[in-house]
């Protein structure tokens, strides 16, 4: 007699699934655009941890326009000014390939008609741009909350409350996948299914065992 099948309770598949983007979906970091710019490695290291630091960007998560957040940023850092003033027109610059195995993996879970949507925090005007040039992927989405279009940033509860409502899908039916502890989190105390991602070897294992993956 062979080994028995696994059964999968089918009421309690979830319906659909939630991506976060960078570090996700796409691998994200300054250092990918600044070493074009920057030669001497300590000067970049230097550049990148004092300058156009995480916390500074995250402005731009928050709705924050590039023009203000640079002239203030140019005025700490005048002697910066002309790598701070790249940011802005070179930002997909620092937006790397897609991380291993993610595209295929959204693939099959389009081609199983599962409803695939994301919550990023992204800029406003970095958004656009981004995502016309990664039509490819994000026509397989069905919506994207933007963080800086709503003025709301992951890890907030109100974020991942105004993407059920829009999206229409229930917290305890659907997952939600994030790089970022603190947006899980948020995402758990919403109700949703929320999934810490390391890789995608890992996150097909999870989707397996929750079976929304064969």
Known sequence: ????????????????????????????????????????????????????????????????????????????YPQHAELIAAWGPRFLDSIGAP????AALVDELAAADVPLYAITNFSHEFWPPFRAREAAMFDRFRDVVVSG???????DPAIYRLALDRFGVAAERTVFIDDNAANVAGARSVGLIALHFVDEPTLRGELQALGLLG
């Open 149 to 155: 279009v709503e003025k709301l940033v992951k890890p």
């Open 1 to 76: 007699m062979g080994t028995p099948t696994a059964v999968v309770d089918t009421a309690a598949v979830p319906t659909a699934v939630i991506f976060d983007v960078g570090r996700v979906l796409y691998d994200w970091d300054p250092r990918i655009l600044y070493r074009r710019l920057i030669d001497d490695d300590r000067a970049l290291d230097a550049f990148l941890r004092d300058v156009v630091t995480h916390e500074w960007h995250f402005q731009h998560d928050a709705g924050r326009d590039f023009a203000d957040t640079s002239a203030e940023l140019a005025a700490l």
């Open 99 to 102: 991380i291993a195995g993610m």
